[in-house]
Nanobody
Framework: QVQLVESGGGLVQPGGSLRLSCAASGFTLDYYAIGWFRQAPGKEREGVSSISATDGSTYYADSVKGRFTISSDNAKNTVYLQMNSLKLEDTAVYYC???????????????????????WGKGTLVTVSS
């Protein structure tokens, strides 16, 4: 059974940090691109960051570049999103997702990426508030 389970969300003050984890089971990260989307209340789901488990290529949305870092531990079948300098506008439910990309890097921030995913987690809430 394929599962993506997110953890690490919570309440943090502006300027603070959180690290999200996404544990994959039922498949290995080889030949997959995996990463994060987020959805704020009343807004569409948007790509945040992705990484190719094959060659380590990474992509970031412009809004998080320089603040967020994605990484993967293929031995643990887990992907992480380190989020620093958090802003109020980062408040959202963060979803882990994966797509079979056969080693080709996949930009989750591109148009149409939401509909291309093969697997989704249930999401973890990140709230940035003072």
């Amino acid at each position: 059974q394929v599962q993506l389970v997110e953890s690490g969300g919570g309440l943090v003050q502006p300027g603070g940090s959180l690290r999200l984890s996404c544990a994959a089971s039922g498949f290995t990260l080889d030949y997959y691109a995996i990463g994060w989307f987020r959805q704020a209340p009343g807004k569409e789901r948007e790509g945040v960051s992705s990484i190719s488990a094959t060659d380590g290529s990474t992509y970031y949305a412009d809004s998080v570049k320089g603040r967020f870092t994605i990484s993967s531990d293929n031995a643990k079948n887990t992907v992480y999103l380190q989020m620093n300098s958090l802003k109020l506008e980062d408040t959202a439910v963060y979803y882990c997702a994966a797509v079979r990309s056969y080693g080709i890097a996949f930009d989750f921030t591109g148009w149409g990426s939401v509909g291309a995913m093969d697997y989704w987690g249930k999401g973890t809430l990140v709230t940035v508030s003072s």
